[in-house]
């Protein structure tokens, strides 16, 4: 009987001191993996943001240039030269 006590005694300190460095090693693990998805998501979050950047600036590109397009077909041509109004040019019905 007193093999076995003193045999427990040795092993149970023994026993705890494993256990509390296991549980140290798994919370320092949990804890380097928590950063690292930390930043996948902020990473995903800041490439989700450019997405919609870039597919807002590719739909807005796609329809000038449908329009230019269109344009051209239906035979409307570049301008040649620009005309700038001003306020001194009021049409005739408004000089009046």
Known sequence: ??????TL???LPIALVISV????VVAN????????????E????ELEGENDYLQRSLNT???ITRVQTLAK???FAE??????????????????
């Open 29 to 40: 693990e949990m804890i380097v993996l928590g950063n690292k998805l930390n930043g996948t």
């Open 73 to 75: 077909a239906m035979g």
């Open 79 to 96: 301008p040649t030269a620009y005309i700038a109004f001003d306020s001194s040019m009021l049409p005739m019905a408004l000089k009046q």
């Open 21 to 24: 460095l296991v549980q140290m």
């Open 1 to 6: 009987m007193k093999k076995i006590l003193r």
């Open 61 to 63: 590109l796609s329809s």
């Open 9 to 11: 005694f040795v092993i």
């Open 42 to 45: 902020n990473r995903i979050t």
